[in-house]
């Protein structure tokens, strides 16, 4: 894994413009620093390598093709990259100098070009190209989304680079905070591609191939690969065989990618909630390695918090080397200040806290680690996917006035209330029970399933209400564009999860966090055999009977007893509304003082101090929404 960044252009002493990019990502490839400038065409690569395959100086970053023609710089690993060398051993032997997949994809870009060498290969990547002969550079985004790659003009000089702090470091960076983007931000927790938060600047988009000729000012985009392609195709053949056939096949195509993506030449290990996702991949992980497998949790002393058992149990049952750590509300709290600097631009989901605290957890005893990211949208995990139909399907034909009068008793008391009635009347099963239900009563106007879906994803609805002058860009999200037509309305909302969601949150989090510590992570699910077959799975075998990833679910009951499994989702959340009231309180009320958010001229001061008066007294819960508030805050704070 690896740090990138570059220019095409022209600046004042290249080499030190270089060193600082890369010294701003340095976290991201502590071991090796290297350079290339070409000052006769105006461009420069900088890479920091942190060394996975092939640890000697074959490995070496920027790298250049046999002929010459092409260098390259590349974060990321390619999991079949041994076979592509096959492959292409086959059409002409060639004398390797290294055993790296770098390598192996110049050589490939040079028989075949880079985006049918991108289609051929699995993994996770973030490239940047440069073609001497036509002059071209290319920039190159994995499937979906894992690796981050930001481009754009700073001083009408073509940068990028796999975070903003490197771009910030190009010679007079003044580019000025984008307000639309900051409002998607606002109500989506992050920024999705291919905005940021900065003015010029936008993201490469996953399965996106972006060029630009020396002296151009105009790029030109291709998609080498298309989620929407793949859910099309795959409904137009689905898998037609028996459950058991169903539940063997998605072992075999799990097995797979575990297995290819257990090859490393530095420790190796995994994050286990105990949940179904990461239990999975630690169970088949265990099953191909001869040693036990490093996995890795963290607990909390809040009940309704700790996951921490449930793995233990789960790894002493596979037989792994399991490493747990207990972590206090102090070490939880010492890591919001350092989120804005982690998180590079403005990111509020909260979950960022425990992700950041278990990737430094494994960092002291490995370099990669895998993780069960991505089960949740591929077969059907969040709860969304049962209640949002019936939700939809109950309410929709409902009378005006009685949508309302339900919306009224559902904020008729706060989320604590809730909370406080429906755990005793559950026996503790469930959490966050008010939150959601207030969720439930924004999302009763709904007037379509796509609908539904935006105000469920949404953490504020109308961001115009929090802020100034800020009018959101349109998304994959809310656009006008139709996709995945020929899904029903559940499988829609799964795959608008994949290409929304799961990139801009999920793998955002799990990327800066890792990468901060200068950790690896791997997500088997994310395998493109994986993303296809699920594809193809009729939805009878993800969501059954109303138990969600029942395919997944059975895979798993094959290493695992199913009473180790079997409870409710918890997911990585953390007291946010309690330290609001309190540890924090201090804190957040030093960012959100009335007079700096003036004189800051972001926010609708009223509206946002009423929210926090409101939340402080305990009169209702905006903990979620005042997050959002609180780390732009921050993250301006320090930026």
């Known amino acids: 894994m690896c740090g990138i960044a570059g220019y095409l252009g022209s600046t004042p002493n290249p080499n030190i413009c270089l060193n600082k990019m890369a010294e701003a990502i340095n976290h991201r490839g502590p071991d090796n620093l290297g350079n290339w400038v070409d000052e006769s065409e105006g461009i420069g690569f900088a890479h920091a390598r942190l060394s996975i395959l092939d640890l ?8 250049h093709s046999v002929s010459k023609n092409f260098v390259m710089i590349f974060n990321g690993e390619i999991y079949n990259h041994l076979v592509l060398r096959s492959e292409l051993d086959s059409i002409n032997q060639r004398n390797w100098y290294g055993h790296s997949d770098t390598e192996t994809l110049l050589a490939a870009i040079e028989e075949w070009g880079l985006s049918r060498t991108l289609k051929k290969a699995k993994g996770m990547f973030a490239i940047a190209l440069w073609d001497k002969s036509n002059k071209n550079l290319s920039l190159a985004c994995d499937r979906v989304g894992e690796k981050p790659i930001y481009y754009g003009w700073v001083n009408n000089q073509f940068v990028f680079a796999s975070e903003l702090k490197a771009i910030k470091k190009f010679p007079e960076f ?8 900051l409002a998607l931000f606002l109500r989506l927790n992050s920024i999705p591609a291919p905005y940021s938060i900065y003015k010029d600047i936008y993201k490469v988009e996953p399965g996106q191939i972006i060029s630009l000729e020396a002296g151009s000012k105009k790029f030109k985009k291709h998609n080498f690969w298309s989620i929407e392609k793949v859910y099309n195709k795959g409904n137009m053949n689905q898998f037609s065989f028996s459950s058991s056939e169903a539940v063997n096949k998605l072992e075999n195509v799990l097995s797979n990618a575990v297995s290819s993506q257990m090859l490393s030449d530095v420790p190796l290990g995994a994050f286990l909630s105990g949940g179904i996702d990461s239990s999975t991949v630690v169970a088949l992980m265990q099953s191909f390695s ?6 890795f949790t963290i607990g909390f ?51 960022q806290i425990p992700t950041y605290l278990v990737s430094k957890f494994a960092k002291q005893k490995v370099t990669v680690a895998l993780s069960g990211d991505a089960g949740d949208e591929l077969f059907g ?19 005006v006035f009685i949508k309302k009068l339900m919306s009224q008793t559902i904020l008729s008391m706060t989320e604590e209330k809730w909370d406080s009635i429906l755990r005793g009347l559950t026996n503790n099963r469930f959490t966050n029970v008010g939150h959601k239900l207030h969720k439930v009563s924004n999302v009763l106007s709904s007037k379509s399933i796509r609908d539904l879906h935006f105000k469920l994803v949404s953490q504020i609805y109308n961001p115009s209400d929090w802020l100034i002058n800020a009018k959101e860009y349109e998304t994959l999200l809310n656009d006008d564009t139709e996709r995945f037509e020929e899904l029903n309305s559940v499988e829609q909302m799964m795959a608008y999860d994949l290409i929304t969601y799961l990139p801009t949150d999920i793998l955002t989090k799990v990327d800066r966090a890792a990468m901060s510590v200068s950790l690896e992570t791997r997500i088997p699910f994310l395998d493109p055999e994986v993303i296809e077959f699920s594809a193809s799975l009729p939805l009878e075998f993800k969501i059954r009977n109303g138990v969600t990833k029942w395919a997944l679910r059975e895979v798993l ?3 695992v007893p199913k009473d180790l499994i079997e409870r409710p989702k918890m997911g990585f959340a953390v007291p946010l509304a309690e330290w ?3 540890p924090l309180k201090d804190w957040a009320e030093s960012l959100l003082d009335e007079k700096r958010l003036h004189q800051e001229g972001f926010f609708n001061v009223e509206f ?6 409101e939340h402080i007294s305990g009169k209702q819960n905006w903990s979620h929404q005042l997050w959002n508030v609180l780390m732009f805050q921050a993250w301006l704070e320090n930026n």
């Open 381 to 399: 995990g969040y709860n969304r996917y049962i209640y949002g139909k019936k939700m939809f399907n109950k309410v929709a034909k409902a009378p």
């Open 56 to 63: 000697s100086s074959a490995g070496h970053q920027p790298m």
């Open 557 to 559: 009951y094959k290493h």
């Open 580 to 582: 609001l009231r309190g």
């Open 301 to 351: 002393n809040a009940k309704e918090f700790d996951e921490a058992k449930h793995a233990g149990m789960v790894a002493k049952h596979l037989g792994t080397n399991h490493f747990e750590k207990y972590v206090t509300e102090d070490d939880a709290l010492d890591v919001i200040p350092k989120i804005p600097y982690i998180y590079d631009e403005p990111f509020a989901d909260s979950s």
């Open 290 to 295: 001869d040693e036990k497998v490093n996995t």
């Open 174 to 181: 003044k580019n000025s905070i984008d307000r639309s983007s």
């Open 608 to 613: 946002v101090r009423d929210k926090w008066l």
